[in-house]
């Protein structure tokens, strides 16, 4: 689930990034939290994907959406524990701003 696919859905909410539509939710807003539980419903469906074809041991949700891992998180792991065909764990990255290291990582090459 991409940004952009995200806050469409927030039409009405005032919210134009995922930290605003996240502070919303902890606001108790019961559309941003419907937002963030059907969010973790497609990535359960993208978390299932990769399992199904790769078998991995782990895989770590990371980024500026992870923030929102508490609204999100029960929904995501019901969807893959219905239709994962193996287990897998699923955590919440600890790493801040994972994107930049992993860029300055391959500048160091």
Known sequence: M???GILSRAKGLYASNPKELFELAEKGSKKAIKIWEETG?????????VINALNPDIIIIGGKISNAWEFFNKEMKETVKK?????CKITK???KDA????AALLCRQ
Do not use: E
């Not at 239709?83 to 287990?87: D, E, I, Q």
């Not at 994107?99 to 992993?102: C, D, M």
């Open 2 to 4: 991409s940004v952009r």
């Open 93 to 95: 990255s600890n790493l």
């Open 99 to 102: 994107g930049v290291l992993g």
């Open 83 to 87: 239709r994962a065909l193996f287990n």
């Open 41 to 49: 419903f497609y990535l359960g469906v993208g978390c299932t994907n």
